[in-house]
């Protein structure tokens, strides 16, 4: 079955340190894979694809499909980072459908 | 201000009650989306639709019904047979038929069953 596991629910680090939010999933078929974040009093909305293969506000994310892995990662955190990230997993190929982990809480802290 | 719009913002429902919430989109998007949120649990498709006049229950369909008699409108009912209700819900619209497409979320409804 079709799965993604976030496994921390809160991520603390200070301000200017390495952040990397982990993400692995489950699932047999060729994967689509999303970081969504949702900033505070804002919407979710998405980050990054792995398609894209993109950096964004300066996250990154590899696929790693030997470790079924999408974790997300930037050099230096910023205090505007802290917020909310989901990983998702899209399947049922043209459906588009959306398999969400719990999500991990990023603090970031001055 | 284009984009994807969830009404109520709050919404209160007493025991026994059924109440639909209003999910309506100008993105011109085929494939919509109602999402359950929880905390500790992320989000939980409830229900989808790829084109007007057909829809598919996701993996939490239990207790509640939807519609997609227009394009732009996803309206969710959440019936008195959902055992528990109180969440917040997120509606979602995308392009149809393409893969690592972006879905884009509307404000999301709290619901408080009182």
């Known amino acids: 079955a079709q799965r993604v596991t976030q496994p921390e629910k809160l991520l603390s680090v200070f301000k200017g340190a390495p952040v990397e939010l982990k993400c692995n999933y489950s699932?047999?078929?060729?994967?689509?894979l999303f970081w969504y974040v949702q900033y505070s009093r804002q919407r979710l909305q998405l980050l990054l694809r792995h398609i894209s293969r993109e950096s964004i506000k300066g996250f990154t994310a590899d696929l790693n499909k030997g470790e079924t892995s999408f974790h997300l990662k930037k050099p230096f955190a910023q205090e505007e980072d802290s917020a909310m990230y989901y990983c998702a997993l899209g399947w049922g190929g043209a459906t588009n459908k959306l398999i969400f982990g719990t999500g991990t809480l990023l603090a970031v802290q001055p | 201000d284009g984009g994807i719009t969830q009404s109520p913002k709050y919404l209160f429902r007493k025991e026994g009650q059924n109440v639909t919430l209003s999910c309506e989109q100008n993105?011109?998007?085929?494939?919509m989306y109602w999402y359950r949120q929880d905390p500790g649990q992320g989000l939980r498709l409830i229900y989808y639709?790829?084109?007007?006049?057909?829809?598919q229950k996701g993996d939490i369909a239990e207790g509640y019904s939807v519609s997609r008699e227009k394009k732009e409108s996803f309206p969710l009912t959440v019936t008195s047979a959902q055992k528990n209700p109180t969440a917040f819900y997120l509606c979602?619209?995308?392009?149809?038929?393409?893969?690592?497409?972006?879905?884009?979320f509307g404000q999301g409804t709290r619901l408080t069953v009182v």
């Open positions: 639709s790829q084109i007007v006049n057909d829809f």
């Open positions: 699932y047999s078929g060729s994967p689509e």
């Open positions: 979602a619209s995308s392009i149809a038929g393409r893969r690592n497409t972006e879905a884009f």
């Open positions: 993105l011109n998007h085929d494939a």
